[in-house]
C-alpha cells in the first residue's frame, strides 16, 4: 500500500507564511501527479495546488500569487509554501497523489493538517 503523511500545519496570523510537506511511502510504484486540496467547514474540497513530474504546476485562482508547490522526485515528496495567509486559507489540508502501477492508477488522499489563520 502507499500513505501520503503530512506536516507542518498549525496556527499563524494573517499576513503569515507556512510550508507543508507530504511525503509518500509504502509499495511505491511510481508516483505521478501530486498536490494540495483544502476544505473548510461547510465548505466543498477545492483545489489549492497540483504538480507533475515535470514540474508543471496548477493553482487556485485564490491562491495565486501567494503559494507555490513544488516537488523532490527522488523523495516522493511535494511542498506547499504558503505566504501571505488570509482568515480565508484556513481550512484542513490534504495531500494528494496519483499513484500508477503499469496500467493501473489510483487517487490516494493524506490524513489532511490543519491550518489556522487568525485575522
Known amino acids: 500500500q502507499v500513505q501520503l503523511v503530512e506536516s507542518g500545519g498549525g496556527l499563524v496570523q494573517a499576513g503569515g507564511s507556512l510550508i507543508l510537506t507530504c511525503a509518500a511511502s509504502?509499495?511505491?510504484?511510481?508516483?505521478?501527479?501530486m498536490g494540495w486540496y483544502r476544505q473548510a467547514p461547510g465548505k466543498h474540497r477545492e483545489l489549492v495546488a497540483t504538480?507533475?513530474?515535470?514540474?508543471?504546476?496548477d493553482y487556485g485562482d485564490s491562491v495565486k500569487g501567494r503559494f507555490t508547490v513544488s516537488r523532490d522526485n527522488a523523495k516522493n515528496t511535494v511542498y506547499l509554501e504558503m505566504n501571505s495567509l488570509k482568515p480565508e486559507d484556513t481550512a484542513v489540508y490534504y495531500c494528494?497523489?496519483?499513484?500508477?502501477?503499469?496500467?493501473?492508477?489510483?487517487?490516494?488522499w493524506g490524513q489532511g493538517t490543519q491550518v489556522t489563520v487568525s485575522s
Open positions: 504538480i507533475t513530474r515535470g514540474a508543471r504546476t
Open positions: 494528494n497523489a496519483a499513484h500508477s502501477r503499469g496500467s493501473y492508477e489510483s487517487n490516494i
Open positions: 509504502g509499495n511505491i510504484f511510481r508516483i505521478n501527479a
